[in-house]
């Protein structure tokens, strides 16, 4: 080949390839915080301090205890594949470690202002290095304490595209929060803190085990609710708790998969999980667990994300089948399903965990002239105890009608789905999403109006929630007061909710805000409020709706029918699903082979 031939390929420059590698590694600020930790946990830590500024932007410090390195290894640490854990192809194939792809500081360097110190525990001397964007590093003695210490200061200071991308302070310091309460979790054994301005957030002192661990993260109520996963022999060690079916949310925290000591995501661990409960869990409930897997790494490919969050498996077949036994077993050993209940207990137990009940299916009532009824969702079983926290009946308006439906109530199936005649038309309505529906056009004409009523709390309702939880919330408490949720901030991370929105009725306020928190957490500000209120409403509405499950007396399916064609027969609930299936008259004559309606009548 002519050495004067030019063609269209170059070789990128190592600043723009490091800047591209630190597009899949360095996400956000938590991204950066999970590689330092990992670092900070392979060097054999036992005190890992955090310290955060403006929710990363301005400032990430990591500090540990761990060997440190000497003036060459600290050199190399800067530079692009350069690692201590790898050093032939085949140990890719039996990694222990948990950072290991020789990428994690060029990468955050090169979108940063970065300085790594480090003093090797044989020596009394160490040493600085540090750059701007990855260039020009520049390396001194230093002195200190046995360790390393990386700071990571203006993220993304050199590129104003990624930065605009970040959300608010408060939901990026959560989500760092989470971070760091995911690595303690799994690493009960070495002591973390974290900090953000300053301020002590975090502090989580070594503990003896997994289950010490969790009792300082979550307090002893948390362990009430959960039990010990049963081990099962096979070839893969399993440990950690998984919560009562009695006491299964809507919320899915925690949530939480470690394997060989990485929190990944999976979806055959998840499968195994839900099919687990299959039986067990109520209907719109989720497990709430935290499993720890430990097994060979040959039989795992951890290298399939660039941050590590997703594993493979060489035979996932086993691993499904080891953790959904484990689950079974574990509900099987504990007193769980204990038939002994209140009576208060007694019917939502047989509902909920699908007891058989005496057929048929289709509840066939009589049709009498039905009188005007409050339609209350919740009424009958546990729910009737959270009447006594309202100060008032939820408001009449609620089946004030605007215009007269001829409406027939015609009975339940499988205490889900209610059928219904209105005018000429015959109905088959999911009891859930209709309410669900009607809840939320209600609220979302109040919030226009700027006159959402609110029910103010006899006893004001406690809730305890998790640090990063605490951080997200005081960002949104003004938000959530103008939808008529007053909570108040009681203890760090504790919170009392004051009053609720009228509309909701007796609904259950602690899995509301969990809900809300969940929603809240993939927004960007609080800016736009016009624009997520309907989300917020939704997640309202739907937490005080009729669940699947509950049987419906025939006044409150024919009020459940009226208010929903007062909205104008919407056949979606806010959230997208299905609420009805419509069978006019003539539809049913062409079924039945009726022509018209002059043969109907014969």
Not at 232 to 253: D, E, K, N
Not at 348 to 362: L, N, R
Request: proline letters at 7%; one cysteine or more.
């Amino acid at each position: 080949m002519s050495p004067f031939v030019t063609g269209k390929i170059r070789v990128l420059p190592d600043t723009v390839s490091c800047r591209i590698a630190a597009g899949e590694v360095v996400e956000r600020p938590a991204s950066v915080v999970k590689e330092l930790i990992d670092n900070s946990l392979d060097a054999g830590s036992t005190l890992i301090t955090i310290e955060i500024e403006d929710g990363g932007r301005r400032l990430i410090r990591v500090t540990d205890n761990g060997m440190g390195m000497n003036p060459v290894d600290a050199h190399l640490a800067c530079q692009r594949f350069a690692t201590s854990k790898l050093h032939a192809e085949d140990d890719l194939l039996r990694l222990t470690t948990l950072g290991f792809r020789g990428e994690a500081l060029p990468s955050i360097a090169s979108v940063a202002r970065l300085s790594l110190k480090t003093v090797p525990s044989e020596s009394p001397v160490g040493t600085h290095t540090h750059s701007e964007g990855g260039e020009g590093w520049k390396t001194q003695d230093y002195a200190g304490a046995s360790g390393t210490q990386v700071e990571v200061q203006d993220l993304f200071f050199n590129t104003p595209a990624r930065l605009k991308f970040l959300k608010t302070v408060a939901t990026e310091f959560s989500k760092i929060s989470y971070t760091v309460q995911q690595a303690a979790t799994i690493n009960p054994h070495i002591h973390f803190r974290l900090l953000h301005h300053n301020h002590k957030i975090l502090d989580y002192p070594q503990a003896s085990s997994m289950h010490d661990r969790v009792m300082q993260m979550y307090g002893p109520s948390f362990l009430d609710r959960f039990l010990s996963l049963t081990p099962t022999p096979g070839p893969f060690q399993l440990t950690g708790f998984t919560v009562s079916p009695h006491h299964a949310r809507i919320s899915r925290t925690p949530q939480e998969i470690f394997v060989n000591g990485r929190s990944i995501k999976n979806t055959t661990i998840m499968h195994a999980i839900y099919e687990g409960y299959k039986s067990f869990l109520p209907k719109g409930k989720h497990p709430q667990f935290i499993i720890c897997i430990r097994l060979d790494p040959h039989t795992l490919d951890i290298n399939v994300h660039p941050t590590k969050r997703e594993v493979r498996f060489s035979h996932p077949e086993v691993v499904h089948s080891g953790i959904l036994h484990a689950i079974r077993q574990t509900f099987i050993t504990s007193s769980t399903f204990d038939i002994d209940l209140p009576a208060k207990d007694r019917e939502d137990v047989s509902t909920q965990f699908h007891i058989p009940t005496a057929k048929p299916t289709v509840q066939s009532l009589a049709v009498a002239p039905v009188a005007s009824s409050k339609f209350s969702p919740h009424r009958g079983g546990s729910q009737a105890v959270h009447a006594s926290l309202f100060a008032q009946e939820p408001p009449a308006s609620y089946i004030v009608h605007k215009q007269e439906f001829h409406v027939v109530p015609l009975g339940q199936i499988h205490q889900t789905y209610v059928l219904g005649h209105i005018n000429q038309d015959l109905y088959i309505i999911d009891q859930h999403t209709a309410h669900e529906r009607v809840i939320f056009e209600r609220l979302l004409q109040n919030w226009n109006q700027k006159a959402i009523a609110q029910q103010v709390l006899l006893i004001p309702e406690p809730i305890e929630l998790l640090p990063h939880q605490a951080t997200l919330i005081e960002e949104w408490l003004p938000v959530l007061s103008q939808t008529g949720l007053d909570i108040e901030r009681f203890g760090p991370t504790s919170y009392v909710v004051r009053s609720v929105p009228a509309i909701l009725g007796t609904v259950t306020v602690g899995p509301l805000v969990l809900e809300l928190l969940e929603e809240l957490a993939e927004w960007k500000s609080t800016n736009s409020i016009d624009t997520l209120i309907r989300p917020i409403l939704a997640t309202m509405a739907c937490q005080s709706a009729v669940q699947a499950g509950r049987t419906m007396t025939l006044p409150e399916i024919s009020t459940l029918l009226h208010d929903w064609a007062q909205e104008n027969f919407p056949m979606t609930c806010p959230h997208g699903r299905r609420v009805a299936i419509r069978h006019s008259v003539e539809e049913l004559n062409t079924l039945f082979a009726r022509a018209s309606e002059k043969h109907a009548k014969a």
